[in-house]
């Protein structure tokens, strides 16, 4: 249900349909799939709902997928909860990230906290 929403959401070998993506990652979420959570945390993120897409996030990171983990430091980097950037809660998910081994997120992470380093946050 994942990868199908997945080909509707982008298009591939199908009409792109958001609303069917939509429905496709919503019963994989219900189902536990974390890739599921984390791309409907991303498309919610996307619209401002930015409870629903932690509480999404959290689901995922908390089976450890590397993307929800990466995500949940991103909202926090980017002030997407309580308002403003909150770089002591994004830390502990960036490094969590950094040390993963999904080598494409591990870099991003990494360079993150380089950044956050170079600033002394």
């Not at 591939?12 to 799939?33: C, E, P, S, T």
């Not at 993307?67 to 950037?85: F, K, L, Q, T």
């Not at 998910?93 to 170079?118: C, F, M, P, S, Y």
Request: some cysteine.
């Amino acid at each position: 249900m994942n990868a199908l929403g997945a080909l509707y959401g982008l298009g591939l070998g199908v009409k792109m349909d958001l609303n069917k993506a939509r429905q496709l990652y919503r019963m994989a979420v219900d189902r536990g799939d974390a890739a599921a959570q984390c791309n409907l945390a991303m498309g919610v993120r996307k619209e401002g709902k930015y409870d629903e897409a932690m509480r999404l996030f959290l689901l995922s990171a908390k089976q450890g997928y590397a993307h929800a983990i990466y995500g949940i430091a991103v909202m926090y980097v980017n002030g997407m909860v309580g308002g403003r950037p909150d770089y002591v809660a994004a830390r502990p998910w960036l490094e969590r990230a950094a040390a993963g081994t999904n080598v494409e997120i591990a870099e991003k992470a990494r360079g993150v906290l380089a950044q956050l380093d170079a600033r002394g946050l």
